[in-house]
Antibody, heavy 124, light 106 residues
Framework: QVQLQQWGAGLLKPSETLSLTCAVY????????WSWIRQPPGRGLEWIGE???????TYNPSLKSRVTISADTSKNHFSLNLNSVTASDTAVYYCVRGYCTDGVCSPLEPFHIWGQGTVVTVSS | DIQMTQSPSTLSASVGDRVTITCRAS??????LAWYQQKPGKAPNLLIYKASSLQRGVPSRFSGGGSGTEFTLTISSLQPDDFATYYC?????????FGQGTNLEI
C-alpha cells in the first residue's frame, strides 16, 4: 500500500524559506502527478503546485513567484520550497499523489493519496 | 481561477437522516469534480470523482451528481462516522480549486 511520509521545519521566521520533503513508500514515483496542498488553521484547502516524474511542474499563479517543487526520482521523493514566508503562510502542508482514472495517470486529476501533513508556523 | 461555492457552510443533522450538500462552479467544469471528507486532524479522503463515480471502498450511501456548474453530494442515511467536513474540488482547469467546506455536525 502506497504511503507518503513528509517532513520539514515546522517553525519559521518571516522572510525565511519553507522547505518540505515527501517520500513515497510502497509504490512507484513514475507515471503519477505529485502535488503540495496547504490548509491554513480553520480554513479550506489551497493547491500550491504539482510535479510529474519527468520534472514537469505547474504552479498556482497566486504563489508561483515564491514556489519551487522538485523531485528526486532515484530516492522516490519530491520537495517544496516556498521563499519569503509571512504569517499568512502558516498552515498544514500536505503532499499528495494524483488519481489515475481507469489506470491512466494524467494531469488534471483529483487527489488520491495524502501525506500525514506538516504543521508550519511562521512567527517572529 | 474557477470559484467553487458550497452550501450550506454548516449542516446540522441526525443519524439516519438523508442530507445533500451543493457545490457550484463559477463556470462550467463538465463533470470534472471531486468530493472529499475530512475529519479533524486528518488529511482529506477522496469519496467521489468525475462528479458521480464512487471511489473504491467508499460506502454506497454516498452518491454524487450534477454537471456543468451545479453538483450535489448526498448521504442517504447518515452514520456516526459521517460527521465531518466535506469539500468539493474542480479539476477542469489549473489552478485546482476547492469549495470552502461544509461542516456536517450532529
Amino acid at each position: 500500500q502506497v504511503q507518503l511520509q513528509q517532513w520539514g521545519a515546522g517553525l519559521l521566521k518571516p522572510s525565511e524559506t519553507l522547505s518540505l520533503t515527501c517520500a513515497v513508500y510502497g509504490g512507484s514515483f513514475s507515471d503519477y502527478y505529485w502535488s503540495w496542498i496547504r490548509q491554513p488553521p480553520g480554513r479550506g484547502l489551497e493547491w500550491i503546485g504539482e510535479i510529474n516524474d519527468s520534472g514537469r511542474t505547474t504552479y498556482n499563479p497566486s504563489l508561483k513567484s515564491r514556489v519551487t517543487i522538485s523531485a528526486d526520482t532515484s530516492k522516490n521523493h519530491f520537495s517544496l520550497n516556498l521563499n519569503s514566508v509571512t504569517a499568512s503562510d502558516t498552515a498544514v502542508y500536505y503532499c499528495v499523489r494524483g488519481y489515475c482514472t481507469d489506470g491512466v495517470c494524467s494531469p488534471l486529476e483529483p487527489f488520491h493519496i495524502w501525506g500525514q501533513g506538516t504543521v508550519v508556523t511562521v512567527s517572529s | 481561477d474557477i470559484q467553487m461555492t458550497q452550501s450550506p457552510s454548516t449542516l446540522s443533522a441526525s443519524v439516519g437522516d438523508r442530507v445533500t450538500i451543493t457545490c457550484r462552479a463559477s463556470q462550467s467544469i463538465s463533470t470534472w469534480l471531486a468530493w472529499y471528507q475530512q475529519k479533524p486532524g486528518k488529511a482529506p479522503n477522496l469519496l467521489i470523482y468525475k462528479a458521480s463515480s464512487l471511489q473504491r471502498g467508499v460506502p454506497s450511501r454516498f452518491s454524487g451528481g450534477g454537471s456543468g456548474t451545479e453538483f450535489t453530494l448526498t448521504i442517504s442515511s447518515l452514520q456516526p462516522d459521517d460527521f465531518a467536513t466535506y469539500y468539493c474540488q474542480q479539476y477542469h482547469t489549473y489552478p485546482y480549486t476547492f469549495g470552502q467546506g461544509t461542516n456536517l455536525e450532529i
